[in-house]
């Protein structure tokens, strides 16, 4: 026995009054998986159990309890299936199917390449299994080589739904580091957001690596191989295995396009794509087998309390066979016996096994249970009323949903479809529709903040946004907003915060910043710089008349009714230079009466000095120069010429 087992406290333990712990046998980042015996039922089982040192974790055990839920809603034979979950004192574990044999990870070390028929089958199995996920609206998230159970008896399955999601649930940026880098698609780099096409991305990843034996992406760091997966295209397989057929070539390229609306939307049509390759290659799939080489057996396991060490190399590559199952034998061997003649005793024994199987499927058998009927998009009493018909009872839980009606339903637990007892109560979800959320002041924030937050609050924002000129307000600043129910209505403002609901649409008016100043400059020069801000310019212009402006120069822009945004037309004031008025005629006047026509003209009289010791009487005008009549800016001077009278 190995130290570690030795000193491991649980080897032995009996957990919850049932499950005695037998032998550990893998150890991960989240919990420790032990083979042990389920006394109840007297079958072997595998007992997840959670890490201590998270126990006192209410995400981790969320996440756990999450595992067990999102995998006991999928009966399908490619799944591993999960019996019970619960809580022993501190310690809370998962119980799920005993499967020995290997992981595909085991066999790609030990064979490094797969062979078309092995690939082939693998995929065919780990696409129905994930088919059935996706059909349930589950998304794996972390589907990858060590995920995909290859048993000793043939079986192959996908488990380990630790990381599984509805596919209706936000996804944290922060949750997506918890998948293996090397199978990220790129949506969950650059947006950190994950539904059934990143798992496709995934098994596209995992198909290269079987056909090649290596993967497509490498580098020293984890984010040098995530920035590979969010820049380049995964190549051919066949560039670096050329038997790889064509078919399989496409359907690698096709599963890990970079544009996840380029991808099958989810397994079931990835399926269907493999399968009809299958039928062109003339390939199957068969059972896959995993043969142990010096494993101590089962039996040997329970009865010492010890898990054998095995090495990936101590089992045998798994191979394609095309072994008589034991259903064609039979067949075979009573078709034989037909043609011997002993038909009769045949149907006798046909006809005395179908009634005893009869009595014990419809007595205590899967015929005494019912299946849980498809209510979802009805009322509640709608579906408490269907139910009732199954002999079923309804209990009623609500939601938020973006997509499904208020007051509809939205899913079932059990699923639609699931077998189970008459009177089983089923948890019947209602959507009460979006959810009501409340936003704080947006403006003041630059709009790709305010866009963020909007996003985190899962309120839409339109494309295009108002755009005001303010020159008291920096450029892309919110200055107002509001927000249009997504049922219509009248919008609600929402500048200084407001109550929402998700999915609502906000209407952001942002700042264009200051309008140009265009002052003293030319026309051509104004015309420029308020075109590239996207304003107008009419081609009529208001002239001023202005003394310290030089004439045709720019005074600025006219004042114009309300904000004025990109894509208005504004005019431009333009200098005519100062004002011109007339000078008034003064010829014949005295020089005093000339001087003061002049001077309330706004013009400034002059005149020869010695005129001032003539007595006014005894002057008249009888030149002027600037002449009478002519346009002169006030303030000019006008040059007076007199002679004596009598």
Known sequence: MSTS????????????????????????????????????????????????????????????????????????????????????????????????????????????????????????????????????????????????????????????????????????????LLGTIAYLAPELVTRGSADARSDIYALGIMLYEMLTGEQPYKGEQPMQIAYQHATDSVPRPSAKNPGVPEPLDELVLWATERDPDERPSDAREMLDRLREIERSLGVAPQVVRTAPIGVVSEEDVLDSGEMTKVLPGAFTAPTVTSDVDNSTRLRRRTQRNAAKGGWLVTVVLLLAGLAAGAGWWFGSGPGSQVAVPDVIGMTFADAEAALAIETLQAVEDGENNLDVPAGQVIRTEPTPGSRVDQETPVTV??????????????????????????????????????????????????????ITPRDGGDPVDCTEGCAVRQDDVASLTVSAGAVPDVGNTSVESATRALDEVGLLVASDTIGEWRSDIDKGRVLGVADVEGPLRPGDTVTLVVSKGPELFAIPDVTGKTRDAAAEALRAAGFEPSYQGFWNAVPNPLTEVTGMSPGAGEWYPRGQRVDLTMNLTG
């Open 5 to 176: 087992q030795q000193t491991d406290p649980l080897i032995g333990r009996l957990v919850d009054g049932r499950y005695r712990v037998r032998a550990r046998i893998a150890r991960g980042g989240m919990a420790t998986v032990y083979v042990a015996t389920d006394l109840r039922l007297e079958r072997r089982i595998a007992l997840k159990v959670m890490h201590g040192h998270l126990s006192d974790d209410s995400i981790f055990q969320s996440r756990f309890i999450q595992e067990a839920r999102a995998a006991a809603r999928l009966a399908d034979p490619h799944v591993v299936n999960v019996f019970d979950q619960g809580q022993d004192g501190d310690m809370a574990y998962l119980v799920m199917e005993y499967l020995p044999g290997i992981t595909l990870r085991d066999l790609l070390r030990e064979q490094r390449r797969l062979t078309v028929p092995q690939t082939i089958t693998i995929m065919d199995a780990v696409l129905s299994g994930l088919a059935a996920a996706h059909r349930a609206g589950i998304v794996h998230r972390d589907v990858k080589p060590e995920n995909v159970l290859l048993a000793e008896d043939g079986r192959i399955k996908i488990g380990d739904f630790g990381l599984a999601r509805a596919t209706t649930a936000n996804t944290a940026t922060g949750q997506m």
């Open 429 to 482: 979800f209602i959507s009460r529709g979006p959810a009501e959320v409340s936003l704080t002041p947006l403006a003041g924030m630059s709009e790709a903040q305010a866009r963020e937050y909007l996003d985190q609050n899962i309120v839409r924002v339109q494309d295009e946004v108002a755009r005001e000129f303010r020159d008291d307000v920096e450029r892309d600043v919110v200055l107002a907003a509001s």
